[in-house]
């Protein structure tokens, strides 16, 4: 995947680094930049790669629309690229339709639920909601009578409330009462795990993009600025400090990938393997992204702690992303009880299975 | 970006699982017969000649060589599994293990057909070990201010001074050392240094000497050189070029699971003691141990796709070892606190976990040491990102 050896990525890539150029979006004054990145992303099909043609979407491969959320991750492009993706992706599950525009998908914590009435109304709320104010709908994944129900939601039926986030964007907490929505059908063969194993493959994959992005900006400062008479990349220290970022770029970029290459290419979320590669690309990419982000700004120093450089553009979003779709502390201890669950002989086998 | 490595998403290909189910079975057929206790750690009973002739029996040594020497011309990602399989067994590899990784490769590139045609096949019946001789009193991670010379005389070179921290070598049946033909130059001071094989068993005027280590164990040898005979057919590759030999192969040796699983024993004992049902903080713990560890592992199986596709991974693979062998250096302080509240119903168990503990415990400092230290590869990592020459 490291090689952008199809269409779809090659799009991704060259809308992100027209439209999304992380310097004009950090000097922009407002959001105008917003619009015309959006509606290049819309109009290449690649917000709703997931999405197959019946349903309204472009019907790109899995692994396609994979390879766009890598991209994005390089730019941190602050639209719900991902959101949306995800959102159509659940949407279809259920063979609903995808409507244009921005989506989310809720819930976006492992712990946030939300209920289906017989009466076919939606309650609950979800915490830690990015571009809710941006979407036109959201996509529900709740608890009905029988069974896991997908629905899709006008954003106008919730109630949000400002949440204060790392990132510069603010987060919601979203709460639906009693919401009707636009359609509804029972979900097929996925839940609450089948999401989280979706969105937490699509953080780590965002990570690994973020984290190449800042260890090129990193090597490409320690050779700018000067210190003590020569470029700081010559320092000892400042070169292990860089080979460690690299190392946990690559750890992140592993295993998120693996993950990727692992869904796309499986029947079913459920099938085996799929868990462990889903949680290890959200726990270990959630660790490079703490790592990372540190030693990237310690590399910058004092001018990669302004608001006028765009290190933070990355760095916050790596912090910010750590907590979606279950943070690397829940999936750890869920993973470790299932390998517990399964026993010291089960241990070997299952990391040699992939 | 530039800077980004490569870690392809490679999958074992189906020959490689039937491969290992053939591997698991002998394995477990050879532990029930007492061929070796998995549990036993740190003795000397690593080297086991007979494990070694039955391993060779069975093709698995110098499986990626071709079968004029004796090998088998299969593929790098089967020799991974048979490697890892053996490795989390605890099996007694040490005989065959140099020879089969790096050995056999370099007399492969760099030596002559007789020698060849002689020993490489020895090697694939479990008959012959190898030592590694490159450090030196002076010379540790500065390879190149190797001091041991080679004079040339006639039909050969006599080799004068000693090399230390020599793995194998009071077992050993060559070495593949480098010795000083000349000078290092001005312009490059990596240059003077050639390989050499080693005839252990039959070149007078070379002594060893046992060097223990912390852990109690003999693995470690001073190697002493007095007018010891070289004939002029056991150099190996160019004279004065060995440096070029050198750093090519370190991919090889650097990204094998080897790197991360020596102590994997104490983990599978960690979920032993911790039961079905782990406390919070336990899960967590192990549930991290379990993710870095799948991590690195598709990180290891990746550079071995490169190299089996004849690529140089040599940046990717130091990453490898450098995130491996820190990684398994913490494994034991993390498997000791995440047991803290662990009370397991079988005392045994207990037994078995801190045996397991203590070992992998007094094992760790070396593992950021042996095969290039953490700053050495550090500093291929940084070459690799373009902030130094290499």
């Known amino acids: 995947m490291s090689e952008s050896d199809n269409i779809v990525a090659e799009t991704a890539a060259r809308i992100f680094a027209d439209l999304a150029d992380p310097q004009t979006v950090n000097a922009a004054k407002d959001a105008a930049w917003k619009a015309p990145l959006w509606q290049a992303l819309e109009e290449n099909g690649l917000t709703l790669a997931w999405v197959p043609d019946d349903l309204g979407g472009a019907g790109a491969a899995i692994a396609d629309g994979f390879e766009v959320i890598l991209a994005a991750g390089r730019y941190a492009a602050p639209v719900p690229i991902a959101e949306t993706l995800l959102a159509g992706w659940l949407l279809s599950t259920a063979k609903l339709a995808s409507p244009a525009g921005m989506m989310v998908p809720l819930p976006m914590r492992p712990r946030d639920t939300f209920t289906m009435k017989a009466d076919g109304s939606i309650s609950g709320r979800a915490r830690g909601v990015p571009f809710a104010r941006d979407a036109a709908h959201f996509a529900v994944l709740a608890e009905g009578k029988n069974g896991a129900v997908v629905a899709l939601v006008a954003a106008a039926s919730a109630r949000l409330s400002e949440m204060r986030g790392i990132a510069g964007d603010t987060i919601y907490e979203v709460a639906l009462e009693n919401a009707r929505p636009v359609g509804s059908a029972a979900a097929t063969g996925i839940g609450k795990e089948a999401l989280m194993v979706m969105g937490a493959t699509v953080r780590s994959l965002a990570t690994a993009g973020a984290l190449e992005a800042i260890l090129a900006l990193s090597v490409k400062y320690s050779g700018e600025r000067v210190a003590f008479e020569k470029t700081i990349s010559k320092f000892q220290a400042v070169q292990h400090n860089l080979a460690r970022l690299a190392g946990e770029s690559a750890a992140a970029t592993t295993a998120a990938t693996s993950a990727a290459d692992a869904i796309a290419n499986a029947q079913s979320l459920a099938a085996p393997g799929i868990y462990l590669e889903a949680a290890a690309a959200r726990i270990r990419s959630a660790e490079a992204a703490t790592e990372g982000a540190a030693i990237a700004h310690q590399v910058h120093g004092a001018i990669g702690y302004t608001k006028e450089h765009i290190l933070h553009r990355y760095t916050r979003a790596l912090l910010t992303w750590r907590d979606d779709f279950g943070n690397e502390s829940q999936w750890a201890v869920d993973l470790g009880n299932r390998v517990a669950a399964a026993g010291a002989d089960e241990l070997w086998p299952l990391v040699a299975s992939r | 970006m530039t800077t980004a490595l490569n870690f392809d998403p490679i999958r074992l290909p189906k020959v490689c699982e039937d491969l290992r189910k053939e591997v698991r079975s002998f394995v477990k057929q050879e532990i029930a017969a007492g061929t070796w206790d998995p549990n036993a750690v740190g003795r000397d009973e690593a080297f086991n000649y007979e494990f070694a002739r039955k391993v060779g029996e069975k093709g698995w040594i110098g499986l990626t060589w071709p079968k004029k020497y004796g090998g088998h011309e299969r593929t790098f990602l089967e020799r991974y599994v048979v490697t890892e399989e053996f490795r989390v067994a605890n099996a007694p590899t040490r005989v065959f293990f140099t020879a089969d990784r790096q050995s056999g490769p370099t007399l492969l590139k760099y030596a002559n057909e007789d020698i060849k045609m002689d020993i490489l096949p020895r090697i694939c019946r479990g008959e012959c070990c190898f030592g590694i001789g490159m450090s030196e009193p002076g010379s540790g991670s500065d390879l190149f201010a190797a001091k041991t010379k080679a004079t040339k005389v006639d039909g050969g070179y006599l080799i004068n001074g000693s090399k230390i921290w020599t793995s194998n070598a009071h077992r050993a049946d060559y070495l593949i050392a480098i010795f000083r033909t000349s000078a290092p130059t001005k312009e490059n001071r990596r240059h003077g240094l050639t390989s050499f094989l080693v005839d252990m068993k039959n070149t007078k005027g070379i002594s060893c000497n046992p060097i223990i280590q912390l852990s109690g164990l003999h693995e470690f040898n001073e190697v002493v050189f007095e007018d010891a005979f070289m004939p002029d057919s056991h150099l190996l590759g160019e004279i004065d070029g060995a440096w070029k030999q050198a750093t090519s192969e370190l991919a090889y040796e650097r990204s094998g699971p080897e790197r991360f699983l020596e102590t994997f024993q104490v983990m599978i ?27 690195l ?9 490169m190299l089996q596709a004849g690529k140089e991974p040599v940046v990717e693979g130091s990453v490898v070892k450098d995130l491996g062998t820190l990684w398994e250096q913490k494994l034991p302080h993390k498997v000791r606190e995440i047991a803290a509240f662990a009370e397991p119903e079988d005392l045994a168990n207990r037994v078995a976990f801190e045996e397991q503990l203590a070992f992998a415990t007094t094992i760790a400092p070396k593992l950021t040491i042996q095969g290039g230290t953490t700053e050495v590869l550090r500093g291929i990592i940084a070459a690799g990102l373009g902030l130094r020459g290499r």
Do not use: C, I
């Open chain 2, 269 to 295: 004992e960690l979920v032993r003691v911790l039961g079905e049902k782990p406390d919070l903080r336990a899960a967590e713990g192990l549930g991290r141990l379990v993710a870095q560890l799948h991590t």
């Open chain 2, 297 to 305: 592992r598709r990180m290891s199986v990746s550079v071995n796709g």
